[in-house]
């Protein structure tokens, strides 16, 4: 694990326009001190508590399968708990993130309309709440107005475990909502968007259904539909919330940053395969429109490898690939 260089915060070609918000009070160990990173990442107690967190819940989720087996989880509940977390997940990363909130493709109305959908059955809030809060997490990143940053309280142990926490999922308690009319005007101008926002009660009620309704029909029974609830419903949801909740806190918190962003946003390969390619995390912040963010050699990004099938299809265009020339651009400026 590695800080970044304490280079000084440099221009980003590709990021929304500048902040209206001046620079936030320095206060000591404020996210705002950009510029000094002294200390903070040596402290053990919430490196051991972010791992403990983010880790403890799956292990005692994969230890619950084996009692399970046989006759609380099936074959088919395996299934379908993997076909709903990619279906989802892909809706997630693909559309409401590097599409919608991004714009690293262009998309026939067919594709844009799908992926509104799938995202939207990922249970993560309806599309304009998401992508008004992820511009203005790029637009604030780690700063004051950043919705979900773990360095919102500082940098001693204790405000980095309560950071942690609100970067997360506590910052989903928030009962104030970006300002939709700044963050997303152009989903408000799309009446197949406004659609698909008020829809997503309904897509959530669809996402929660689908499998109870699939499980109990192939195994003609109740009790097929209850754990292919209990699965691919229940736990398929909480697996993709942490998931992608993960990528705002670890993410913001411990790995590599050979990219250099003006944030505090990582890399972590661990969870590569997971997040769908999206905790290249630190890549991304360092140019957000590109459609890949996993750019290295062997880091895997299965949303950019599902962008390049569209791409091969005809179903989206414009895409906008990481070059060398811009890659270069960005390892220089990392050097810097
Ligand atoms: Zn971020
Ligand atoms: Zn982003």
Same mark, same amino acid.
């Given at each position: 694990? @590695? ?5 000084p ?13 001046t ?5 000591d ?5 950009? %510029? ?17 967190? /983010? ?9 619950a ?5 046989g006759?609380g989880l !099936?074959?088919l $509940? ?9 279906l ?5 990363t693909?559309?409401?993130? =590097? ?17 509104g959908? #799938? ?5 993560q809030?309806?599309? =304009?709440?998401?992508?008004?809060d ?14 979900? !940053?773990?360095?919102?309280? %500082?940098?001693?142990p204790?405000?980095?475990?309560? %950071? ?8 989903i308690?928030?009962?104030?909502l970006?300002?939709q ?11 197949d ?7 997503f009660?309904?897509? @959530? ?8 309704v699939?499980?109990?029909l ?8 209850v754990? /292919?609830?209990?699965w #691919?419903s229940?736990?398929r949801?909480g697996l993709?919330?942490?998931? /992608?909740?993960?990528t705002n ?6 790995g ?5 962003a003006?944030?505090?946003?990582t890399n972590?390969w661990?969870?590569?395969i ?7 995390h ?6 957000? @429109? ?10 895997? $990004?299965? !949303?950019? =490898? ?13 895409v906008?690939?990481?070059?060398e ?6 390892a220089?400026?990392?050097?810097a």
């Amino acid at each position: 694990m @590695t800080s970044g260089p304490a280079s000084p915060p440099a221009e980003l070609p590709a990021e929304p326009p500048a902040s209206p918000v001046t620079e936030p009070p320095a206060t000591d160990g404020s996210a705002s001190k950009q %510029g000094d990173l002294s200390d903070h990442e040596r402290h053990i107690a919430p490196h051991v508590m972010v791992y403990l967190f /983010a880790f403890v819940p799956f292990v005692a989720l994969f230890a619950a399968v084996p009692l399970a087996w046989g006759w609380g989880l !099936s074959w088919l $509940d395996v299934g379908l708990t993997a076909g709903f977390y990619v279906l989802t997940m892909l809706g997630v990363t693909v559309g409401f993130h =590097r599409y919608f909130t991004h714009g690293a493709f262009r998309a026939r109305r067919g594709l844009r309309i799908a992926l509104g959908v #799938a995202g939207s059955m990922a249970v993560q809030g309806p599309i =304009r709440h998401w992508v008004a809060d992820h511009r203005r997490h790029h637009l604030f990143a780690d700063k004051e107005g950043d919705p979900h !940053s773990p360095w919102a309280f %500082g940098t001693s142990p204790a405000a980095l475990v309560r %950071g942690f926490w609100h970067a997360h999922m506590g910052w989903i308690f928030d009962r104030s909502l970006t300002n939709q009319q700044r963050f997303t005007p152009d989903l408000l101008a799309d009446p197949d968007m406004r659609f698909v926002h008020r829809a997503f009660t309904w897509l @959530t009620v669809l996402s929660l259904a689908a499998p109870p309704v699939i499980g109990g029909l192939v195994t003609w029974s109740w009790w097929g539909a209850v754990t /292919a609830f209990f699965w #691919a419903s229940l736990v398929r949801v909480g697996l993709t919330h942490h998931v /992608a909740w993960s990528t705002n806190s670890i993410c913001h918190l411990v790995g590599e940053r050979p990219w250099g962003a003006r944030d505090r946003s990582t890399n972590v390969w661990l969870l590569a395969i997971p997040s769908m390619g999206e905790s290249w995390h630190n890549l991304h912040h360092a140019d957000p @429109t590109s459609a890949r963010h996993g750019v290295g050699r062997g880091q895997l $990004d299965i !949303s950019a =490898r599902t962008i390049w099938l569209f791409e091969k299809l005809g179903w989206v265009s414009h895409v906008k690939w990481p070059t060398e020339r811009r890659l270069g651009r960005l390892a220089a400026r990392a050097a810097a």
